[in-house]
C-alpha cells in the first residue's frame, strides 16, 4: 500500500512538473543578436518589439532578434552605403567630362580674348582716324571726304560694338569656367564626405544593434 501510494505520489509530482515547465525558448530574455528559428517572426517585449531576421550590416545568414530600430538603422545604412557607391562611381566619371569642359571653355576664352585685344587696338586708332578725317572734312568738304568720314564713324561703331561683344563673352565664359570649377572640386571632394558619413551610419546602427540593447 505505501509503495502504491509513493508511485502515486511520484507521479503526481512528475505530472506537475510536466504542467508548469516553461518552454526554454519563452524563457529566453530576447534581445539583439539572440538566436531565433522563425525568419519574419515578430515579438513584442517590454523592452520594445523584435524581429527574426538576418543582420544587414553582416554577411551572415544566422537568423537572430533584432530590435525594429537596428532593423531600420541597419537598413538604411546599407542603402546608404549602395547609393554613396553608385554617387562616388558617378562623380568619378564626371571629372575627365568636367576637366575637359574646363579645357575647351579655356580654349575659347583665349580666343576671344585675343580678338577683344584686337578690337580694343583698332577702336583709339579709328576714333584717332575719325578725328582726323573730320578735320581734312572741315577744310575740303569734297565727297571723298565726306566718305571718308562716314566710314570711319561707322568703323568706330562696328569696333565699339564688337568690344563690348567680346567682353561680354569673356564674362560668360569666366562665369563657366568657375561653374565647372566648382563641379570639379565637388565631384573630387564629395567621395570622402560621403564614405564618412556612410561610417557614421554604419556605426550608429552597430551601436544600436548592439547585443543586450
Same mark, same amino acid.
Given at each position: 500500500? =505505501?509503495? +502504491?501510494?509513493?508511485?502515486?505520489?511520484?507521479?503526481? #509530482?512528475?505530472?506537475?512538473?510536466?504542467?508548469?515547465?516553461?518552454?526554454?525558448?519563452?524563457?529566453? $530574455? !530576447?534581445?539583439?543578436?539572440?538566436?531565433?528559428? +522563425?525568419?519574419?517572426?515578430?515579438? +513584442?517585449?517590454?523592452?520594445?518589439?523584435?524581429?527574426?531576421?538576418?543582420?544587414?550590416?553582416?554577411?551572415?545568414?544566422?537568423?537572430?532578434?533584432?530590435?525594429?530600430?537596428?532593423?531600420?538603422?541597419?537598413?538604411?545604412?546599407?542603402?546608404?552605403?549602395?547609393?554613396?557607391? +553608385?554617387?562616388?562611381?558617378?562623380?568619378?566619371?564626371?571629372?575627365?567630362?568636367?576637366?575637359?569642359? #574646363?579645357?575647351?571653355?579655356?580654349?575659347?576664352?583665349?580666343?576671344?580674348?585675343?580678338?577683344?585685344?584686337?578690337?580694343?587696338?583698332?577702336?583709339?586708332?579709328?576714333?584717332?582716324?575719325?578725328?582726323?578725317?573730320?578735320?581734312?572734312?572741315?577744310?575740303? @568738304?569734297?565727297?571723298?571726304?565726306? $566718305?571718308?568720314?562716314?566710314?570711319?564713324?561707322?568703323?568706330?561703331?562696328?569696333?565699339?560694338?564688337?568690344?563690348?561683344? =567680346?567682353?561680354?563673352? !569673356?564674362?560668360? $565664359?569666366?562665369?563657366?569656367?568657375?561653374?565647372?570649377?566648382?563641379?570639379?572640386?565637388?565631384?573630387?571632394?564629395? @567621395?570622402?564626405?560621403?564614405?564618412?558619413?556612410?561610417?557614421?551610419?554604419?556605426?550608429?546602427?552597430?551601436? #544600436?544593434?548592439?547585443?543586450?540593447?
Amino acid at each position: 500500500m =505505501f509503495r +502504491k501510494i509513493a508511485s502515486l505520489s511520484v507521479a503526481l #509530482i512528475v505530472a506537475g512538473g510536466v504542467m508548469i515547465a516553461v518552454p526554454a525558448d519563452a524563457s529566453t $530574455k !530576447i534581445s539583439n543578436g539572440v538566436a531565433c528559428k +522563425k525568419s519574419g517572426q515578430t515579438i +513584442k517585449t517590454s523592452g520594445g518589439t523584435y524581429r527574426c531576421t538576418t543582420n544587414p550590416l553582416t554577411t551572415s545568414k544566422r537568423l537572430t532578434w533584432l530590435s525594429m530600430d537596428c532593423v531600420t538603422a541597419a537598413r538604411d545604412a546599407v542603402a546608404a552605403q549602395a547609393n554613396a557607391t +553608385k554617387t562616388i562611381a558617378d562623380l568619378r566619371a564626371q571629372i575627365p567630362v568636367i576637366e575637359l569642359g #574646363i579645357t575647351t571653355e579655356t580654349a575659347n576664352r583665349a580666343e576671344i580674348q585675343a580678338k577683344l585685344d584686337n578690337a580694343n587696338t583698332r577702336l583709339p586708332l579709328a576714333r584717332t582716324e575719325l578725328e582726323a578725317a573730320r578735320a581734312k572734312l572741315a577744310t575740303s @568738304p569734297t565727297p571723298a571726304n565726306t $566718305k571718308a568720314v562716314a566710314d570711319l564713324v561707322k568703323a568706330v561703331s562696328d569696333w565699339t560694338a564688337a568690344s563690348r561683344a =567680346f567682353a561680354s563673352l !569673356i564674362r560668360n $565664359k569666366d562665369v563657366t569656367i568657375q561653374n565647372l570649377e566648382r563641379a570639379k572640386l565637388t565631384a573630387t571632394n564629395r @567621395p570622402a564626405e560621403l564614405t564618412s558619413s556612410v561610417a557614421d551610419a554604419r556605426q550608429s546602427a552597430r551601436l #544600436i544593434c548592439t547585443k543586450g540593447y
